[in-house]
Antibody
Framework: EVQLVQSGAEVKKPGESLKISCKGSGYSFTSYWIGWVRQMPGKGLEWMGIIYPGDSDTRYSPSFQGQVTISADKSISTAYLQWSSLKASDTAMYYCARLADSGYRSGLNYWGQGTLVTVSS | EIVMTQSPATLSVSPGERATLSCRAS??????LAWYQQKPGQAPRLLIYGASTRATGIPARFSGSGSGTEFTLTISSLQSEDFAVYYCQQYNNGYTFGQGTKLEIK
């Protein structure tokens, strides 16, 4: 069974750093792209970026380029999303999701449970 | 960046009736379009990919159509569990989501 399990909720202060994780299992982790999606409170889905764990090829949405870093450690089947300096506006639910096909263009058919990040002074 | 526009923002339909949701792309995305359903407190669920192919386990009452810049998601006979927010997403050039359509009970 394919599963993506995300790390737990975080409460941070503005200016702090953070790295959240998404562990894949039940499939060949290096063969499928994993994307990250932001959902601010009461709002819609926003595409952040995507990584291919096989070679760490990473593509960012223009809106998130330079704001976050996406990475992966294929030795432990885990993808990451990190911030170097959080802002209150980073408060949101963050989802990781796997593409349905092994190619780059596909829908997202497996989702993590989400990680709630709260940034408040 | 390709902009995806969904309409209407909110759709009120009675159970058993048909619902038609629209999604428009700012430039052609070919058939590289997916639809998702999201219920409160849950992660999104893939319904349709390739504009018209149902994902595994999705009931036949869900259907997708369109290509290029105009797309439609149709739910033929609404069940109580179908009331949710629906998003389209293009994956032809990068990835972008529409802003969502809330399907509510009339």
């Amino acid at each position: 069974e394919v599963q993506l399990v995300q790390s737990g909720a975080e409460v941070k202060k503005p200016g702090e750093s953070l790295k959240i994780s998404c562990k894949g299992s039940g499939y060949s982790f290096t063969s499928y792209w994993i994307g990250w999606v932001r959902q601010m409170p009461g709002k819609g889905l926003e595409w952040m970026g995507i990584i291919y764990p096989g070679d760490s090829d990473t593509r960012y949405s223009p809106s998130f380029q330079g704001q976050v870093t996406i990475s992966a450690d294929k030795s432990i089947s885990t993808a990451y999303l990190q911030w170097s300096s959080l802002k209150a506006s980073d408060t949101a639910m963050y989802y990781c999701a796997r593409l349905a096909d092994s190619g780059y263009r596909s829908g997202l058919n497996y989702w993590g449970q989400g990680t709630l990040v709260t940034v408040s002074s | 960046e390709i902009v995806m526009t969904q309409s209407p923002a909110t759709l009120s339909v009675s159970p058993g009736e048909r619902a038609t949701l629209s999604c428009r792309a700012s430039q052609s995305v070919s058939s590289n379009l997916a639809w998702y359903q999201q219920k409160p407190g849950q992660a999104p669920r893939l319904l349709i990919y390739g504009a018209s192919t149902r994902a595994t386990g999705i009931p036949a009452r869900f259907s997708g159509s369109g290509s290029g810049t105009e797309f439609t998601l149709t739910i033929s006979s609404l069940q109580s569990e179908d009331f949710a927010v629906y998003y389209c997403q293009q994956y032809n050039n990068g990835y972008t989501f529409g802003q969502g359509t809330k399907l509510e009970i009339k």
